[in-house]
């Protein structure tokens, strides 16, 4: 719970400044990890991808913004069955991500999860320079993005004013809390904290809600208990005072605006996605996606990048899983010779070669 809380946790506007989030550090000390390939998003296509390179012996670093692998399945739709993966006639989004985790264990990549990449940069050397939010820094020699719709960034309050509020406190006990949202993140804190603040109340835009049925009975539970207050309607305005948040002006939707003290306000609005920062890395981009110079490597209009899944377009695309495992296998065979430039790639089955069975860590079948 603690980590999807962390994760999840997008506004915090309080009273009294604190220290729960850090600054990103930026440490130069460490030296740059030096690898052949960096695949930028584990969502399905990140995570087939790294399967696809492992089958040529290209081992990978993969990066994504969120702190779970996953991409949409995961965060989107985790509880969804999907019905057209091939000869998997139904899994759920969930179920699809730890197949894939399964699937990709004999390559061991490396994860590094919860850092956005920010800078791409060509080198002399003909690699590439590589940095996520996090300070992390990488010397490839090929790039995957499978970034999907873009990462996700949390979807704020929009109140004139309220960004100067942000991240500023955590320390619950003994304040009065609003919690904004309907989904699961929102009834989750609202669950916990109901009973160790001093008070606490659910705003929501309407009466129904996205997040479980069970945790939205235990609300209604509390709700008639009186240890917590549940309030429909949007926030159309506050107050600060002496530059801390001191209410919130809620509307509802008899048209009357009312006002909430409160300590602390913490906003669960969900995630939408954006391109950030994959815009200024001088790639071809075309409506939010990138064009891939041709079918049969997926590569980009700069050499040695690669763009697979949802995040790339060319003519007849279908943003699709099995689309994007496709683009994955023919971009590991278009990326081998950046890596291996005096070896010719011959494509072998997993079934019937004794070179893949080693590299998948399995025995050799005896066939009579
Ligand atoms: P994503 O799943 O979007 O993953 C991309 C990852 O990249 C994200 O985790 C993101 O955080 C990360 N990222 C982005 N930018 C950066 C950056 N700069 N640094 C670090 N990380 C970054 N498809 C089907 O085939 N069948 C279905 O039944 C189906 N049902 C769906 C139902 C719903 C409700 C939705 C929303 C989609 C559905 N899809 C379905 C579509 C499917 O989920 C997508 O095609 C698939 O997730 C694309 O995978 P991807 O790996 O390309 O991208």
Not at 110 to 118: A, C, K
Not at 203 to 212: D, P, Q, T
Not at 259 to 271: A, K, Q, S
Request: aromatic share 8%; with cysteine.
């Amino acid at each position: 719970m603690k980590q999807e809380i962390d994760s999840r946790m997008e506004t915090i506007a309080a009273l009294e400044p604190s220290s729960m989030t850090p600054d990103t550090v930026i440490s130069d000390s460490k030296p740059p990890i030096e690898t052949d390939a960096v695949i930028i998003g584990a969502g399905p296509v990140g995570l087939f991808q790294v399967f696809e390179l492992g089958l040529l012996e290209i081992k990978a670093h993969i990066i994504d913004s969120l702190a779970a692998v996953g991409g949409q399945c995961v965060e989107l739709y985790p509880d969804k069955p999907i019905y057209d993966i091939p000869a998997v006639p139904i899994c759920t989004g969930q179920e699809l991500t730890n197949n894939l985790l399964k699937q990709i264990e004999p390559f061991g990549p490396t994860f590094h999860l919860g850092q956005e990449v920010t800078v791409v940069e060509r080198r002399e050397d003909g690699r590439f320079n590589l940095e996520t939010s996090a300070g992390t820094r990488f010397i490839t020699k090929t790039i995957f993005i499978a970034a999907g719709v873009g990462s996700f960034q949390p979807r704020t309050l929009k109140v004139e004013g309220i960004e100067s509020f942000e991240n500023s406190q955590v320390l619950f006990q003994g304040k009065n809390l609003v919690i904004c949202g309907g989904g699961d993140s929102a009834l989750d804190w609202a669950l916990n904290l109901a009973g160790k603040a001093e008070s606490v109340i659910l705003l929501h835009r309407r009466e129904e809600f996205r997040a479980a049925p069970a945790s939205v009975a235990k609300m209604k539970a509390l709700c008639d208990n009186y240890e917590m207050q549940l309030v429909i309607g949007q926030v159309t305005g506050m107050e600060a005072n002496e530059n801390k948040l001191s209410e919130i002006k809620v509307t509802g939707a008899d048209g009357v605006t009312r006002r909430l003290p409160l300590d602390m306000l913490l906003v669960f609005f969900g995630l939408s996605p954006k391109l950030g920062p994959i815009a200024e890395w001088g790639l071809d981009i075309e409506r939010r996606q990138l064009k891939v110079v041709n079918t049969e490597k997926f590569e980009t209009n700069v050499p040695g990048i690669f763009a697979v899944g949802d995040i790339n377009t060319y003519p007849g695309k279908k943003k699709l899983i099995l689309s994007g495992f496709h683009e994955a296998a023919l971009a590991a065979f278009g990326a081998a010779p950046y890596i291996f430039p005096d070896k010719k790639i011959h494509m072998q089955y997993t079934t019937t070669s004794p070179k893949l069975h080693k590299i998948l860590g399995v025995e050799t079948p005896v066939f009579d």
